[in-house]
């Protein structure tokens, strides 16, 4: 049975992130360790190492030394586990607010539910840009097709005015 959830943690970000990457919702492993994309079967951050060229050792101070900010689509919701296709009752957080104090031009959802989501509930007048799923569940997916899709990151937080 699903039950309503409240997102666990807060975004990450400061005044110079200069992309958001949002997802649906935290999988359980990210809610029990309060942070984004936890799950060591979850090749999010094997896909930004390798994109960035570096070991990621301290995912915030990486994320932030970048100018990437991470949060979520949903800010609560129905969830069994860590299903998107379990997803009822979708309250979005309030992601334009988020943008408005800094420098973010492009918005990356990681996801299909993640995108699908963002483009019902938000009107931002910024880049979207909908990447595959790092998940597990997505393990059709070639890690080295992901790194080419997840280049865009790197490609807009790099762009200079």
């Known amino acids: 049975m699903a039950t309503i959830l409240y997102h666990p943690f807060p975004p990450l970000y400061d005044s110079h992130s200069r992309v958001l ?56 919701c129905s969830l069994r586990g860590s299903s998107d296709q379990s997803i009822r009752n979708v309250t979005v ?23 699908e989501l963002y483009r019902k509930y938000t009107e931002i007048d910024l880049p979207h840009y909908e990447l595959p799923s790092t998940s597990a569940a997505n393990a059709t997916m070639r890690t080295d097709d992901l790194i080419r899709y997840y280049r865009k990151i790197r490609e807009a937080a790099d762009e200079k005015d």
């Open 93 to 115: 957080n309030p992601i334009a607010e988020l943008i408005a104090g800094t420098e973010i031009k492009a918005v990356f959802t990681t996801g299909r539910k993640a995108g």
């Open 21 to 76: 990457i949002l997802g649906s919702f935290p999988s359980v492993v990210s809610r029990e360790q309060s942070f984004y994309y936890a799950n060591k079967s979850n090749r999010f951050w094997p896909v930004l190492s390798a994109v960035y060229e570096e070991e990621i050792t301290d995912r915030k101070e990486f994320c932030l030394r970048h100018g990437i900010a991470l949060w979520d689509v949903i800010a609560s």
